[in-house]
């Protein structure tokens, strides 16, 4: 039961909020999120700030060599790296039974979300960990209250994003979504072939109708420039 579900328990005095908030940290799916988050429930919210979809990676989560490889693949330097990974630093004190996550289904969250549950599998967290489903343009919730058996993610972050293959299981993540981040990667993929078949088109209409096919990608305006100058021809 997460923060959203303990909000009624604690209207019905059931629970002190103090020692609620104390137990349970919320992980969004970015800072956009987080805010509203915070503004609308409170508690102990911080977000998940990656784009594990772009750029290689590396099987130890975090570790130096990970964080050094993971600047230079989003073209930042360590220091500004390090100052986004606030879900990592809240996870060190091992104050919180409870995780409650919140992610979209579209390819950029799932691959954030499932960097993650491969990190708490590595650091072998034992606590309780749900899952809230949102529409990233509405917040809204879509699905919420989902279990997450942690166990498999390490395997799966290693076949997705190291060995870039298809897994024969996703668990709680969306198996479409993951689907198109080969898709995405791919030269004979729909955003590439969009870029391909439309190079004549100036770039920011370009990068508009890249924007309007991409809703289940969760492509960035800047992912989208990404493409274009890697397909565009000349």
Known sequence: MCYNALIKTVLCGKVDVKEMNSKILNITNGEYFNRYFQSKFGG???PFCEAMMDGDTLSDIYSEAFI????????????????????YDAL????????????????????????????????????KVELQYIND?????????????LGAYKWIYDTVLI?????????????KAIGLYFDYLSADGLLARLVIENADMDKMALVRLLME?????GLSDLQAEKLIDVYRRG
């Open 44 to 46: 102990v919210a911080v």
């Open 68 to 87: 050094r490889l993971r600047a230079r693949e989003l073209n930042v330097d360590c220091e500004t790296y390090r100052s986004k990974m606030q879900a």
């Open 92 to 127: 060190q004190d091992g104050a919180y039974s409870t995780l409650c996550l919140w992610f979209g289904k579209d390819t950029f969250c799932q691959l954030n979300l499932l960097t993650l549950l491969a990190y708490l599998e590595q650091i072998g967290y034992k606590g």
């Open 137 to 149: 343009e509405t917040f809204e919730i879509v699905e919420q209250n989902v279990e997450i058996k």
């Open 163 to 175: 060995r870039k293959q298809m897994p024969s299981e996703v668990g709680v993540l969306d198996a």
């Open 213 to 217: 096919n991409s809703k289940a990608y």
